[in-house]
């Protein structure tokens, strides 16, 4: 036996049914075909509780299968936060982070995730400052962060090296991002139309930059 929801159209609308049917096999027609065995009603107006009292009523004559009562049978002893990963996440992809370090990680071919290290060590100090054996254990016991699977403590330190090594060139990376930003941002104010009244009269803020008068005003 199983569950079967069947559709019916009726006055122009299409209402479900939950049914509990079973396959039998037709003698005269030499096939399987489905008998309801419990009409569960509606399904849009059916009493959720009176089937969970099915279900834990049935449960009692299985052999297998058992029924768990999150409420009851299942005690929370601990959890992983990610919330605060998720935002920092988010931040990091935002700010070309992550972009860049994987680069480099590509580049120089590490047998650990570069981007990864830095990004725990990173949350770490946002969230609960320690060293980096400390990081090392609440890696494997506390953070969930994805992809630090594999991270040890000496994978820690290499990354250190590695970012130290690369620090001109991650700022670098970073203040042209930066800038192509505020190109973007520029491009997009000149090819609008906006309007702004200064004491010499309206002022398009296409212009505003090419005449040293207006800027100032426009501050003002």
């Known amino acids: 036996m199983f569950a ?14 939950l049914q509990i049917v079973e396959n039998i096999w037709d003698k005269k027609r030499k096939k399987a075909t ?17 089937v969970d009292k099915l279900i834990a009523t049935l449960s009692g004559f299985t052999e297998k299968v058992m029924v768990l009562k999150a409420s009851e049978d299942m005690l929370l002893r601990w959890a992983k936060p990610y919330g605060d990963v998720y935002v920092l996440e ?27 290290a830095i990004f725990c060590m990173v949350y770490d100090r946002l969230s609960d400052p320690g060293s980096k054996l400390s990081l090392s254990e609440k890696l494997r ?3 969930l962060i994805e992809g630090s699977e594999s991270l040890e403590l000496h994978h820690l330190y290499r990354a250190l090296d590695l970012l130290y090594e690369n620090k001109e060139r991650i700022s670098a990376e970073r ?31 296409s212009d505003h930059g090419a005449d040293s008068l207006r800027r100032d005003l426009l501050r003002k």
């Open 4 to 17: 079967r929801v069947k559709t019916v159209k009726r006055g122009g609308k299409s209402l479900r049914y």
């Open 34 to 50: 489905q008998r309801v065995v419990l009409s569960m009603g509606n399904i849009d107006t059916l009493d959720r509780a009176k």
């Open 90 to 116: 988010s931040l990091w992809k935002g700010l070309g982070l992550e972009a860049i370090l994987s680069r480099i990680d590509s580049e120089k071919r590490n047998e650990f995730p570069f981007e990864r």
């Open 141 to 143: 016991e506390e953070y």
């Open 175 to 205: 203040a042209m991002r930066v800038l192509s930003r505020i190109r973007a941002i520029r491009v997009e104010i000149e090819n609008n139309s906006f309007i702004a009244r200064t004491e010499i009269g309206p002022v398009s803020l």
